[in-house]
């Protein structure tokens, strides 16, 4: 493998694939190593991707054939007790029609496959069952290529873009990134539930290309900060519920026992009853937020998608995140190699880009959000209940005036919470997202 390209990638995910197509449309020589047996094999997520950014990358990806599971038209969201829950959704035809793909479902084994593929149409050369394991660096301290696992396995590079995902070890080792501490990692345990088509449109109420996503919060994680999905693919349903590591640690909970007693709770049994599971699943979450991101460009390299921690974790947006920092990466290398000049100062545009575009805006939105809830337990299990409690009062016609009953819920809360605790919640829960 002792060869030489103009840019190596590191990982052929979103991140990677995406900087891919752009290099090579403008002819430059790219190699993108994956450790996986293919694109897509060793990747998981909940399974929403954004129409928007990958039509940055490929305006025609419809037509390209990119595996839509449901083309999403309603978004619900559940605050959920141990066997109860709350539930708010907003379906909108407009995602039906004009805005259809605004949002959609996939398989990532499929369709980081199929991306793949793509990239390597427009003249990117893909090597898979291969690990980048160490970077070439020269004697002033530039990457100048790759070592993979390979026999005679460096390959020499002008640039190398890492994007191979959360748990880089590589990004750590070489000191471009801080070891990752568990506090900033969520680990997620996905089920997919195979399903006749027909049974999920009726339990949806959809039609036949569209579906629904579920965002779930409460007590489903054991009081660990840490959230749930549940959506719609053509044929299934992927049910993940995933929380933080470093309370994984400390409480010794299992997250294979969570998944089982969440997939038993009364809002979600119903929707997958009968099903068949086909495919399950383990993988980290990059959320650390804002403050977590490394510096993004060195000399002769540059860092993208997860593995510059970059997840939205309000918003569940990752996969988006990783085709616009591919983009913007790809375009800085571009204009560095035009410049024949690929020093840490060159290839910085990358990172004045992202400050520039919505990738950092959102990040630093909301720099407060993850250590919110990392440090309000109350929001996963006190508050749920809480929230149990008066909407089963408000909701139980037994003759006891409404005042009365809106004293019962404010001693539960005042016992449970108290309120001025809940007020501070609210105040800090606001100010870390506005
Ligand atoms: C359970 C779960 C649910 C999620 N749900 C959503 C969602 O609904 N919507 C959304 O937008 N995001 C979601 N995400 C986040 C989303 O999956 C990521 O943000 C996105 O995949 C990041 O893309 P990436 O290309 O940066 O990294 P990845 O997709 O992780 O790709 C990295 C690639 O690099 C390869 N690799 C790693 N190390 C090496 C190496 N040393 N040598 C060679 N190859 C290597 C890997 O095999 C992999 O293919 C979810 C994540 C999880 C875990």
Redesign the pocket.
Known sequence: MNESYDVVI????????SAACILADAGIKTMV????EY????????????GYNLAQILPDFVARGCPIERNIVESRIWYLSKEAGLSIGYRDSIFANERKNNVFTVG?AKF?RWFAEQAKKKGALIVAS????DLLKDASGKVTGVV?NRQDGEVQAKVVLL????????AAKTGFRPELKPEHV?L???ETIELPSEVIEQRFGVSAADGV?TEVLGEVTGGMDGVS?I?TNKNSISI?V?ANLAQFAKTKMKPYEMLEAYKLHPMVAPLIAGGKPIEY?A????EGGFYTIPQLAGNGYLI?????M??NALH???????MA??KMAAEAIIAALKKNDVSKQSLSSYSKAMSESFVLKDMNKYRGFPGFLYNTHQLFDELPHVAQFAAREMLTVDGVTKKHKQKLIMDEVKKKIGLLNLAKIAWRGWRSVK
């Open positions: 590191v990982g052929a995910g979103p991140a990677g694939i190593i994956e450790r996986g694109a897509g094999s060793k990747n998981t997520s909940g399974g929403v991707l954004y990532r980081d291969t690990v980048v394991v993979t994007a191979d995902g959360v748990n880089s070890p590589l969520a997620a345990v996905k996503t999905i959506y993940s995933g699943t993988h980290w979450l990059a993208a998608g997860d593995s510059a970059l997840f569940r947006e990752g996969s988006n995140l990783a920092s591919g």
